[in-house]
């Protein structure tokens, strides 16, 4: 590692996308789709950092149905568009040359994106993606210049995050003063309980595979419910899952579930409705839940309709958007619409978080908002980069539990060749292990996973793949659109 000043001029000259096939372990049925396989992509970026010649990494699922739920494409289609939006992110930042910080490029390259993004028809979530990813590696390389972990560099304005720029309101706001004073070492696992999980049996003998075993090996007690938009369906489903649960929630104080509606529920009366149903079946149940992650779809969550609607409901639940927060400006358009916050995904933009936790705990200081709510979700994120920079940022942020939902549906690092799978077991001894399978896989002990490495290495993790032999083909070499 690097010992030089943190930060200073960036450039990205170029970067090279691989990609390996991953298979899960379970089927994992969310929204309109059930995932089975997923290609999962590595970029190796080439960046100046103050002059010097710096290697930066990123890594994300390319995931079926998430940044576009169209159910009339097919998967191929949704992969074109990602490719779309990773090149022209990518072919943006070359073109932008030399920026005075990481936040300035980013600038360039989000309006730049957008605008593209705009004029073709793309949507916002989507074309962010791209973005988010020449964000990752140049965070990645600049911490890595400068051997420091992310949140020092970010408290120390290594980055030139400038949170104004972002929410005009935050001005003269010191990021520091609205950030915990150190990031947290470790959090409770929100486990993830998609909607074909079966949700009772035990004795297994690798990973769980059941609710019930999850529960009883790692003292789980945070849990979020997929809902599928059908209320009945729902409810039953709900039940069922607080049924295996209750016990271990309520023998917590801060034990509790999330509702992720996934965009399923059409309007504001027929999600009350559902939600009058889940306060019918126990008063405990309805306490519980922490929030409703995105109960409408995109193209109404912010309209006029919804907010009425919500703002006509005097004790709705707490709801937080996640694939409506496309843009800078969704989270302050949802907050008036009625909703309590908004998610952190590293693949919607991490200084799009870092700017919104801000926004949100201001907003809470000066009463404007009861119960603010920054939450921290999963794309099924996994090792080596994926899912330990999405836990840099989260840890950095305060957050205390987190959903995980890729250590479930996927076999720990077994999908990875041998060397990469020791490498990062010796890097984050506190946050993979073996102990009952043969491969590294997330150590969850009480409910929570430790942090502690995670934090401490430059943006996440401070390993270096063999990019060649972790991935089956280059990006570029998938079929043509």
Not at 32 to 40: A, L, R
Not at 59 to 65: A, E, F, I
Not at 288 to 303: D, I, M, N, T, Y
Not at 326 to 337: T, Y
Request: hydrophobic content about 40%.
């Amino acid at each position: 590692m690097g010992t030089q000043k943190t930060g200073g001029a960036v450039r990205v000259e170029g970067a090279e996308f691989f990609v390996r096939m991953l298979r899960t372990r379970l089927p994992f049925r969310y929204g309109i789709t059930e995932m089975t396989e997923v290609p999962h992509l590595w970029v190796r970026a080439r960046v100046r950092v103050g002059g010097r010649a710096v290697v930066g990494y990123a890594g994300d699922h390319l995931p079926p149905k998430w940044f576009t739920k169209n159910p009339g494409t097919s998967f191929e289609e949704d992969l074109a568009g990602m490719r779309r939006s990773i090149g022209a992110a990518f072919g943006s930042a070359v073109e932008a040359g030399q920026a005075e910080s990481v936040f300035a490029l980013w600038q360039r390259v989000y309006e730049g994106q957008h605008r593209w993004a705009a004029g073709i028809g793309m949507e916002a979530l989507l074309a962010g993606f791209g973005v988010s990813l020449v964000e990752r590696v140049c965070i990645d390389a600049v911490c890595r210049d400068s051997g420091r972990p992310f949140g020092t560099v970010l408290r120390e304005g290594g980055f030139g995050l400038r949170v104004e720029e972002v929410h005009p309101v935050l001005a003269g706001v010191r990021l520091g003063d609205f950030l915990p004073e150190k990031p947290v070492r470790s959090m409770f696992v929100r486990h993830t309980v998609g909607m074909g999980d079966s949700l009772r049996g035990g004795g297994d003998p690798g990973l769980p595979v059941s609710l019930e075993s999850n529960v009883e090996r790692y003292g789980l007690s945070f849990f979020k419910v997929k809902l599928g938009g059908n209320p009945e369906p729902d409810l039953d489903r709900v039940r069922e899952v607080w049924e295996v649960v209750r016990g271990a929630v309520v023998s917590r104080k801060e034990g509790g579930l999330s509702l992720d509606g996934n965009e399923s529920y059409r309007s504001v009366a027929e999600f009350r409705g559902f939600w009058e149903g889940v306060k019918a079946l126990d008063p405990e149940l309805s306490r519980r839940v922490l929030w409703v992650e995105q109960p409408f779809g995109r193209g109404s969550a912010l309209s006029e309709e919804t907010r009425s609607g919500l703002r006509a409901w005097p004790d709705r639940p707490g709801m937080i958007i996640d694939e409506s927060d496309g843009a800078v400006g969704d989270l302050p358009r949802a907050l008036e619409c009625g909703y309590s916050g908004v998610s952190h995904k590293n693949c919607k933009g991490v200084f799009r978080s870092v700017a919104n936790a801000a926004l949100l705990e201001l907003f809470r200081r000066e009463g404007a908002l009861r119960r603010p709510v920054l939450s921290a979700e999963d794309l099924c994120t996994v090792g080596p980069y994926a899912l330990l920079q999405d836990l840099a940022v989260a840890s950095t942020l305060g957050v205390r539990h987190i959903e995980r939902n890729g250590h479930h549906y996927f076999p720990g690092l077994a999908p990875f060749p041998d060397s990469m799978q020791r490498g990062i077991e010796q890097l984050h001894p506190d946050l993979f292990g073996r102990e009952n399978t043969p491969y590294p896989a997330l150590r969850v002990v009480g409910g929570r996973v430790s942090v502690e490495s995670v934090v401490e290495a430059p943006f996440g993790t401070g390993y270096q793949p063999d990019c060649e032999a972790l991935a089956g083909f280059r990006l570029e070499d998938w079929p043509a659109d």
